[in-house]
């Protein structure tokens, strides 16, 4: 027999007496199930505004609730409204988790700030007790509220958080003229980020520091990122950020194939017009894992990162030099998490996370490294090899015969002076093999 859908489940349900406010607690209390189980641990979304301002919902959920846990700030608002125990985050939060694990079955509230799954507990929450445990009672967003306060649109503004996370992480969003919304990770957070705004250039950018919201003692204030900054700034803040950059101003730009002077570099990286098309052949996707065999400079790892938020790499570079020179790459283009591994290849690499593309840039003719890079990469997984040697150039051919796929030339011109006259000058030509594993 066909199990009926939630919507069916849900119209045959009887209605319940009392309020409709206390009718859409019980349903947002208990999501409809397979197992047809009922929630017993409630999230509750918290403003500065504290428990008066929460709905009815929330004020039972937490009045009824045997424990409730979350920061203490966050206790402080609701003392003397709930008769169980209180018991404040411990560091770190698994050891709380396991707490909250040893209650399953009571119930239990955990409280976060406003809506708990915008840069939250919330998922870490779901990921360990699962959707069927958890009832889900969200507030206002700080975003939320820090948009309705300036009038910005929330779809034109990209929101970030720097709770836990460094400032090089915003390198790729301060574009001309862009709106960001920040969550800061304390009081020094705004005074950071209009010094980090001068040194790239961007001293007119405009810091509205947003203090407190929703609560009893919010503040706004605004100044340039060249002005001084207020010494009283609250702990509890955001800054949203009006980007104006500088004629001297050095930002990113969104193409793919940035100017070589951005990497520091010793020669061997892959050269701007090269990497652009190298890029466009490994074509990545959000979240996908890339392996760069024989890194250099770390410009493709940090090229593909830049590409989507959720996007890794781990660049794999025998020299000691070459590998520390990545990871200051990586942070001063904005993508710090790149992964550096310091081995000479080829080399067993079974325990990294399998890679859904690999590029190899040098060394090509290496025996055994083309076919290790094949071998990790899943079907459907991409291989982009580039060689400028006659070697390098038989063992494309060689894997092109095996494994088919496409093989191509990049050839490169510029111009340079030749004596008292200008004349191009072509680069080495690089003979560039991509294939898609399919089985």
């Not at 007496?17 to 397979?34: A, V």
């Not at 003229?177 to 980090?196: K, V």
């Not at 990497?275 to 024989?294: C, K, N, S, Y």
């Not at 770390?298 to 000691?320: F, K, V």
Request: glycine share 12%.
């Amino acid at each position: 027999m066909m199990q009926p859908s939630g919507l069916e489940r849900l119209a045959k349900k009887p209605r319940l007496r009392g309020s409709p406010k206390d009718q859409d607690f019980h349903l947002l209390l208990s999501p409809l199930s397979p197992t047809g189980a009922s929630p017993w641990l409630t999230l509750v979304g918290l403003g500065e505004d504290g428990f008066e301002a929460l709905s009815r919902s929330a004020q039972r959920a937490i009045a009824e609730a045997d424990l409730v846990m979350g920061g203490r700030r966050h206790l402080a608002l609701i003392e003397g409204h709930n008769t169980g125990a209180l018991v404040p985050w411990s560091t770190p939060y698994a050891q709380s988790l396991d707490r909250i694990e040893a209650h399953r079955g009571r119930k239990i509230v955990v409280l976060a700030s406003g809506d708990p799954f915008c840069f939250g507990i919330g998922s870490l929450i779901m990921q360990r007790f699962g959707r069927e445990a958890l009832g889900v009672l969200p507030g206002r967003s700080c975003f939320t509220l820090a948009c309705a306060r300036l009038g910005w649109s929330g779809q034109n503004t990209v929101f970030a958080s720097l709770c836990g996370r460094p400032l090089a992480r915003l390198v790729p969003l301060v574009q001309p003229g862009a709106r960001l919304m920040i969550l800061s990770a304390d009081e020094t957070t705004p005074g950071l980020l209009a010094a980090w705004l001068v040194a790239r250039g961007c001293g007119g950018s405009i810091l509205h520091v947003l203090e407190a919201l929703g609560g009893p003692h919010e503040r706004m204030r605004s100044l340039t990122a060249s002005d001084p900054v207020p010494c009283d700034i609250a702990r509890l803040n955001m800054v949203a950020l009006e980007i104006v950059a500088g004629k001297d101003s050095n930002l990113l730009p969104l193409t793919s194939g940035l100017p070589d002077h951005f990497f520091e570099h010793d020669g061997q990286m892959t050269k701007q017009e090269v990497r652009a098309v190298t890029l466009a052949a490994l074509a990545p996707h959000p979240g996908e894992i890339l392996w760069d065999m024989g890194a250099g400079s770390g410009s493709i790892g940090i090229e593909w990162m830049l590409r989507h938020p959720s996007n890794r790499c781990i660049a794999i570079e025998r020299d000691a030099g070459r590998a520390a020179r990545i990871l200051r790459n990586a942070e001063t283009l904005g993508v710090p998490e790149l992964h550096v591994e310091q081995r000479a290849l080829p080399v067993d690499l079974s325990d990294l996370p399998r890679p859904d593309a690999v590029f190899i840039g040098g060394g090509v003719g290496t025996a055994g490294l083309l076919d290790s890079g094949w071998n990790a990469l899943a079907s459907g997984g991409r291989l982009v090899a580039n060689a400028v040697t006659l070697e390098g150039e038989q063992r494309l051919f060689q894997a092109f015969q095996a494994w088919g796929g496409a093989l191509s030339r990049i050839g490169v011109e510029r111009l340079g002076p030749i004596g008292n006259v200008f004349g191009f000058r072509p680069a080495m030509t690089v003979t560039q093999y991509q294939a898609v594993k399919t089985c």
